[in-house]
């Protein structure tokens, strides 16, 4: 049995779990039992016992070829994250909506900690752009117009978090400096929106507003993402604005009906 080394605490079973699941990104969906022992970090015994009981569950599925993958049974969990599937649900006509007038890619983006989350999207044709490629896809605060607006938006420790940095330079325009970001999140607050050019991706460029609850607590932002060659902010402010605005309405709508339903 490996023992762990002097001064350093063993790794709990959920740890270890976590690690096994943690193992799989977008770029690696599906790994072998090696694959997942060498991106978790544990001794392959340890992962092939780990991955037998999730397995079991259902959090992990295993293919005829002996490879793994994440398990419907996992996938069904997450779904009752309070903060996704609601948001989700009520964004995707809407997205679908602001898609087909605009010819870009809509997305609607959440914060989780220091990073934003993609719940619900619809891109356009034959190029996947990079900031709103599927659900799920993690999206830089700092490098993104939906990053920007949450982040302007976020309590004054996350703000100080992320401004601290580093700050990854994505492209040439990334803001990588604290004082600049901090200017950039005070524009998102005075003006509503925030807009990037080329940044996280050289070849786009977007434009993003808040998603707010009927007390102005912005819980989300829908943002449009467009070619930069081809893009245009004075005609798509107006309809991203409408979009967040329509979603806004909705969760407020739900609020009161909710509150309505238990008085």
């Not at 740890?15 to 039992?33: E, K, P, W």
């Not at 700050?167 to 970001?181: E, K, N, Q, S, V």
């Not at 005609?235 to 238990?262: C, E, N, Y």
Request: with cysteine; aromatic share 4%; glycine share 8%.
């Amino acid at each position: 049995m490996t023992m762990p080394h002097a001064g350093t605490p063993e790794r709990s079973v959920v740890d270890r779990a976590l690690s096994v699941l943690g193992a799989f990104d977008r770029q690696n969906r599906t790994l072998t039992l090696s694959d997942i022992s060498r991106r978790s970090g544990l001794p392959l015994a340890t992962a092939h016992r780990i991955v037998n009981k999730l397995h079991g569950w259902g959090a992990l599925e295993r293919s005829d070829e002996g490879g793994y993958s994440i398990g419907l049974r996992l996938w069904e969990t997450g779904t009752l994250a309070p903060r996704c599937s609601p948001l989700a649900e009520v964004a995707q006509p809407h997205l679908m909506e602001l898609h087909a007038r605009t010819s870009a890619g809509a997305l609607l983006v959440i914060r989780d900690r220091v990073e934003g989350l993609c719940l619900s999207f619809a891109v356009n044709g034959p190029h996947a752009l990079m900031s709103c490629a599927e659900s799920g896809d993690r999206v830089p605060l700092h490098a993104s117009a939906t990053g920007l607006v949450l982040l302007a938006h976020a309590a004054e420790a996350v703000q100080n978090e992320v401004c601290a940095g580093p700050l990854r330079a994505y492209t040439p325009t990334t803001l990588t400096h604290g004082p600049a970001l901090r200017q950039a999140l005070a524009k998102v607050r005075r003006e509503g929106y925030a807009v990037t050019h080329r940044t996280p991706d050289p070849e786009c460029s977007a434009v993003a507003f808040p998603v707010r609850t009927a007390d102005g607590t912005v819980v989300a932002a829908v943002g449009v993402v467009a070619q930069a060659d081809t893009f245009r902010p004075a005609k798509l402010l107006p309809l991203v604005s409408a979009t967040a605005d329509a979603v806004s309405q909705h969760i407020r709508f739900a609020g009161r009906r909710a509150a309505g339903a238990t008085a």
